[in-house]
Every structure is written in C-alpha cells, then in structure tokens.
C-alpha cells in the first residue's frame, strides 16, 4: 500500500467513527505519482550546470531529457543521502521554463507533494528541454552559503529534475559544469572532456551523481594521501586564500596514517578511488557529508596554519571517511531508498552515525590526528555533556534516531531538554561500552575492530550497490563475534530513561571527574567557538554579545529563572566579563554570598542572584588504576 491510499483509509476510518450532523466529503487527493520501478529510463539526460555566477549564488541548469509523449511527472529531490530527513530546497527552485521543440509545455505542480512537476509531452517530441534556477542562499539565515568568490560546494542534489517511475540508479546522466575562469574542482566524477571552463564527466547513474559532488575554487591544493596504495586516495583542499593551504609534512602524514589505519580496521575499501574534498573558510558555510568515493568536508579557514589551535576539527575526515564502510556501503535497509523521494527512516542511526561517531573518535587518535590526551578530554567532554542531558527523561535515544526528520538541524532553543540528534555523541558511548565489554569479556582477544571487519570488511573493492541490514544483522554479527544478549544489551540502552551509557568509561579503566581547570582541549574548542562555557557549574554558556547561547535544562541558571538570548550585563556590581566571571565562582566556593547578575531581556532590565558555592566544573578522565587501560588500547595505532 502505498501512503496516499493509507492517508485515504484513516479518513475513511475517522469518518466512520463520527456523528456528522451534514453531510461533509472531503475533496479527493492527487493521483499517487508513479512508484520507482527498477527498470531502465530510456536514453541519457544530459545536465548542464552553469556555477559561474558565484557573486550572486545562482547556479542555472539546463536539461535535456529523453521522452516519450503523453504524461510525465518530473520529481525535484526531497530526501537527501547523509542527511536523513527532507532536505531538498524545492523553495530554492526558480524560473523553471520547459520546452519541446522550441514550444512551451506548461507544467503544474502537484499540490500534495510540491516537489513534483506534472505535464504532458507533446506528440511527437523526442526531448524536453528544461531549464531552472538554483537560487542558493544569499546570506546564513537562509541557509547554507555554497558559493563564495572564492570557492563553491555544488551538489547536484539540489540541481536536477528526473522522471518519476524509475529506480534513481537506472537513470543515466551525462554531466557538465561551467566553473568560474581559472578556477580547480575536485569530485569523484570523471572527467569526459573539457572546453574552456565547461568540464564534461564521463556518464553515471543518477545515484552516482547525487553521490558525487564538487569542491571547486581559485586556491587549490591536491594531495596523493595512498601512493603506494591499491586504489587513489586524495586530499583536495580549497580555501579562502593561498596562504591557508599551506601544509607541515606531519599533519599531512597523520591524513595518511587515516587511510592506513582505517584499511587495518575494516580490512576492506568500497571504492575505485577516494577523494577528500576540504573546504578551510569562514564564509562557505561548513559541512560534513558523506559519500562512497568523496566526501564533503568544510571546517575552519586555519585548520593546518593554526594546527595545534583546533583540535575538536581533526575528527571530521575520520568521520566521514569510515562512513564509506558504515553508511554508503552497508545501510540500514528502512534508510535505502530506490529514488529521492520516497521518505527515509531513521530507525538505526545509531549505527550508521553512532557507530561512525565512535570509528572517527578512535581513527583521529590512531592516525595522530589528535593526542591519546586530546581524544581522553574529548571522551570526558562528551561523557560530562550526556551526564546533564536532561531530555533523556522524556525522549529516549531511539526517538533521537527521528530528530532529522523532525527538526531537518533548525537551530532550538532548549538544546538538553528537546534533545538532537543524540545518537551521534551518545551512540559513541554506547559503542564504547559494547567494545571495553567485548574486551573485557575476551581477556583482550576480541574486540568491536573484529565487528568492523565482519560486518563491513565484506566484498572488497564493491562499492556500487549499498548492502543493506536490519537490527537483526547486527545482533548476529556483535553475537558472531562474542556471544553475548546483544537485543537486550543495545534495546536498554536505545530505550531507557536513566543515566547515560558510562559503562564503557569504566571498563576502559577511566572514571569521568570535575576540577576547577579546563582540560587543553576543553580550553581550546571555548576559544575557537567564541563561547564561555559554564554548562557544568552555572549551567550555561555565553556566546555573542556576551548572550546566553545555551541554557542547561533544570540547571542553576534555569533555576534562577535566566534563559537563551539573557545578556550578561554585570556580575557582582561589575561589568560582565568571563575571566572576571571564573574568579567570581572560585570565590564563591568559600563565600555564602549568592553570584548577583545584572542582566538585560529584550529591554528590560533584572537582577538575579544564583546560590552557587560548588566551585567550577569542568570534565575530565582520571585513570583507574585498578581495571586494565582498554581505552589506551582502544586508542592505540593498529600495527
Ligand atoms: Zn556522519
């Protein structure tokens, strides 16, 4: 059944149920859009994006698609891979103009699901020639910022209409871009010919386009990050200036110790060729998606001229990169769709993110790209943040799992109260406890690195059908590995509503602590974010305009009746200030006297006073000498 004739049953269901005084029938739905078949679409679409008007941030399309006459419905893409929820930014779609011999064809938009375009071809017309505008984001409080003069991010996800009725890899497309003059690009499409700044690519299916986008821009920098490998892996950085892509040899050495330590994990690739797109701005917005052969990876503008100043950025490309395995390749069979737009669900994020969170951690520090000391501090940091995650009250971890579809990452107020996305950070914890569980339970001899190359060390060098699993599947592979009530194991921690999933910390021979000093890393990553994060003693977080950016759910700030967006005015008869503010805490610890706050609210002005005597807080691991270091060892580098 398909989901408009359930939407008709339960209003005939409603209906039945109901005393009706008049006679009331509700207007008929839309014809249901023809379902994706798994069949070939007759001939090659050709597709011609023009990204050179990079000043206003429009890229404009021309298509020529193959047809025959009659109806035809052409689809705009709704869901997005890697993104898990209703992305597509149909609202961005503009001067959509469709022809056929040179006459017009006019189309009309179904009125149930905006993304589809109905129309009828005319007799004898072998082509319809269409043509549109992407008119991406002019400024961040519209979106994401793709184009800079500098460089641009082009996903053909936003740049394509395609016929209803097809599986999405039984659709050919022959690609081209122009690019502004003088500008490189990088993507895993290859390249067929070019002319001037237009480049054509070889052929692909369009679930190979959609999986394949493009860095491009004037500062470019290419990479070979596995020369003596079985298959290229590359590095291809662009950024705001020339002097941002400079590079020492050993940060460039730890990117090459990722391929090799992920190759020792997973025991396998699935791709042909890999390529790292790295964008290093502050004015493209910032990104991390994954695909089979590249990835979409924006970060900070100094990410290698300030290395030692950012070490919360260096677990992206791990990230990323292990979703080759976890994500592209093995997917979760209710998240695989055959086109994009039929929905997606969500149901096993916790794999697919979650245990992908959990390999980037353990891959940064493998690889170097972070300390065995930054990656312990980082673990505490996210321990301390589900310590205080008040929303698991209320929403478990599996219901996170929904938050892509929900909330598609618009920004919310009440962060540890409505949860998002949890099973990214929380499901690293839980993988943790699985892996230090193997661990234990195997004196040493087993571990979640033998799961990895069980479950996605199969079918070496495949890349092009995903291999699809269910919750089953990975029982049996975490049971195939050590015998152990897995289903029970992961559903309580999926489910329930206590504490969070510390387990791991423990049996990895760490217990997580708060001191009165921030750890390094947690210094550092309040620098770069431009916040004073007071979360774990006052329960908040001060960001821009000295504003609230974060207020903890149930915590002492809350308590106190301060909320988002309160501005700090004055502590204790003086001005705000964080260092000023730190001082003040300390004192407080052996004082009786309440922290008093001036602060203003829209224009009103207030005083609060927070009891507060217990110090700062600010999370940390402190070895437990007497379990076995597993998570050094977890940590440690494959040999
Ligand atoms: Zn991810």
């Known amino acids: 059944m398909n989901w408009r004739s ?3 049953l339960s209003l005939a269901a409603a209906l039945a149920g109901t005393v009706v005084a008049v006679a009331q029938t509700p207007a008929p739905l839309p014809a249901a859009i023809a379902e994706p078949q798994d069949r070939p679409y007759p001939g090659v679409i050709r597709l011609a994006v023009d990204a050179s008007d990079v000043t206003r941030h429009i890229f404009r399309v021309q298509e020529t698609i193959p047809v025959e006459s009659g109806a035809l419905t052409l689809l705009y893409p709704k869901w997005g891979p890697g993104s ?6 149909i609202d961005s779609l503009a001067g959509l103009v469709i022809r056929a011999d040179g006459q017009r064809v006019e189309w009309s938009r179904d009125t149930v699901d905006v993304y589809a375009f109905h129309l009828t071809v005319p007799v004898g017309a072998r082509n319809l020639d269409v043509e549109f505008q992407f008119l991406s984001a002019t400024d961040d409080n519209q979106g994401r910022i793709v184009t800079t003069p500098d460089l641009l991010n082009l996903q053909w996800l936003s740049l394509v209409l395609y016929p209803a009725g097809h599986f999405a890899r039984q659709i050919a497309v022959e690609p081209s871009v122009r690019l502004p003059d003088g500008w490189e690009f990088a993507t895993a499409l290859e390249v067929a010919s070019t002319a001037g700044a237009t480049t054509t690519f070889k052929q692909v299916s369009l679930e190979v386009l959609v999986d394949s986008p493009m860095f491009a821009g004037r500062h470019a920098k290419r990479v070979d990050l596995d020369p003596s490998g079985p298959v290229p892996v590359r590095l291809n950085v662009f950024a705001d200036r020339a002097d941002l892509l400079e590079t020492k040899p050993e940060h460039l050495d730890a990117h090459r110790r990722l391929v090799t330590q992920a190759y020792r994990l997973f025991n396998s690739r699935h791709y042909d060729h890999y390529d790292f797109l790295l964008a290093l701005s502050d004015r493209m917005s910032g990104i991390g998606l994954e ?3 590249s990835s979409e990876n924006g970060t900070v503008p100094t990410f290698f001229t300030q290395w030692d100043n950012n070490p919360d950025t260096r677990e992206l490309l791990p990230h990323e990169f292990a979703h080759s395995w976890n994500g592209k390749f093995r997917r979760p069979a209710d998240l695989w769709t055959p086109n994009f737009n039929v929905p997606m669900r969500d149901s096993l994020l916790w794999v697919y993110e979650g245990q992908t969170q959990y390999w980037g951690y353990v891959l940064a520090a493998r690889s170097g790209l972070v300390t065995a000391e930054q990656a312990r501090d980082q673990l505490a940091y996210t321990a301390a943040i589900f310590q205080h995650r008040a929303g698991r009250e209320w929403k478990s971890l599996q219901d996170t799992t929904n938050d892509p579809i929900i909330a598609s990452r618009r920004p919310i107020p009440w962060r540890s109260w409505q949860r998002s996305e949890d099973y990214y950070q929380e499901g690293e914890l839980m993988w943790l406890d699985a892996d230090t569980l193997i661990r234990e339970a195997s004196n040493g001899q087993k571990s979640l690195d033998d799961f990895a190359r069980a479950f996605f060390g199969v079918d070496d060098g495949q890349w092009i059908t995903p291999k699809t699993y269910t919750l089953d599947d990975v029982v049996a592979a975490l049971n195939a590995v050590h015998p152990h009530d897995w289903a ?3 559903r309580a921690r999926l489910d329930r509503h206590d504490g969070p999933p510390l387990d791991g910390l423990a049996r990895g021979g760490y217990a997580l602590t708060y001191t009165d000093t921030p750890t390094d890393y947690f210094k550092k990553a309040e620098t770069r974010r431009k916040i004073a994060d007071f979360t774990f003693s006052l329960g908040f977080v001060v960001g821009r305009e000295n504003k609230l950016a974060d207020v903890l759910w149930n915590g002492r700030a809350q308590q106190a009746g301060l909320t988002i967006g309160t501005q700090l005015i004055a502590v204790n008869g003086e ?3 964080k260092d000023r503010l730190v001082a003040m805490i300390k004192a407080a610890a052996t004082d009786t006297a309440p922290l008093e706050f001036i602060v203003k ?9 927070i009891d507060y005597h217990d110090g700062l807080r600010y999370p940390r691991l402190i070895r437990h000498t ?14």
Not at 601 to 609: A, D, E, H, L, Q
Not at 626 to 639: M, N, S, V, Y
């Open 575 to 577: 001005a705000y200030d």
């Open 601 to 609: 609210i829209g224009n009103r002005y207030s005083t609060v006073r």
């Open 626 to 639: 007497d379990i076995p270091a597993r998570l050094d060892a977890i940590l440690a580098p494959r040999q």
């Open 291 to 293: 695909h089979h052969r």
């Open 84 to 89: 898990h929820g209703p992305i597509g930014r």
């Open 488 to 490: 029970a194991f992961l």
């Open 6 to 8: 359930a939407l008709h």
